[in-house]
């Protein structure tokens, strides 16, 4: 693994809690994988022989329902990890991943990583936290769909891009509207108005990029009440 890897392997959520020695231990048998924007990392049904954390990147993880129909389960970034709990428990992935830009992985042996839990506790604990913080997202985009309005989901969305800005921001779109429409929930005519009604708060649209004037007001506004005015 190179420097910069283990640098990231540190930073997250998975495992940044475990000691140099145990993370080094745990990733002499990794490997990095590079996937194209597009490419299927793995698909649902497939058994989960690896545990994957994203490097650099984002990964759309999906069921596809009977009729043939993709629902987004989640989208994940830079320092998080999938694929976890299937693999420890030697399962099948219950949903697919798809690399949305190009990423570079790490690619965990599932087996490898039942053998170090059983000789290290402090793994098992570490897992457990990543697994708290993967029910934790499913949690919240709950909540966003049941008693958050369309235009508050985008508006969360855009605050979540915008993490370490202060005021205003330049926000690139990390992946397609498309995609961004089926990840809060909502159709793509419907992520159009409210990128439309979001103009009024200061947000407009450049190519690829969201113009954000002001990022505490834009805060203020994903946490309001559903029932008010604006959102209807």
Not at 36 to 65: H, M
Not at 88 to 100: F, G, K, N, Q, W
Not at 177 to 192: N, R, W
Request: charged share 25%; aromatic share 6%; glycine share 6%.
């Amino acid at each position: 693994m190179t420097p910069n890897i283990i640098s990231a392997a540190k930073a997250s959520v998975m495992l940044r809690y475990l000691p140099d020695a145990v993370l080094e231990r745990l990733l002499e048998g990794a490997a990095s994988r590079q996937f194209d924007a597009g490419e299927t990392i793995f698909l649902q049904g497939e058994p989960a022989n690896s545990v994957y954390l994203i490097i650099e990147g984002w990964v759309k993880l999906y069921r596809i329902s009977p009729s043939g129909a993709e629902a987004v389960v989640s989208i994940l970034k830079r320092n998080r990890s999938f694929g976890e709990a299937v693999a420890l428990r030697d399962e099948a992935y219950p949903v697919s991943a798809e690399a949305i830009t190009d990423c570079l992985l790490v690619q965990i042996d599932g087996n490898r990583m039942r053998r170090q839990i059983l000789a290290d506790p402090q793994l098992a604990l570490s897992l457990l936290a990543a697994s708290y913080v993967h029910l934790h997202g499913l949690v919240e985009q709950v909540e966003q769909l049941k008693a958050r309005s369309g235009v508050q989901r985008l508006a969360e969305f855009l605050v979540e891009l915008a993490e370490g800005h202060d005021h205003g921001a330049r926000l690139p779109l990390p992946y397609n509207k498309t995609l961004i429409a089926g990840h809060l929930g909502i159709k793509p005519e419907s992520l159009s108005r409210a990128f439309a009604r979001l103009r009024d708060h200061g947000v407009r649209i450049d190519g690829n990029h969201a113009i954000v004037e002001d990022i505490e007001k834009l805060r203020d506004l994903a946490s309001q009440d559903k029932g008010q005015p604006w959102t209807r």
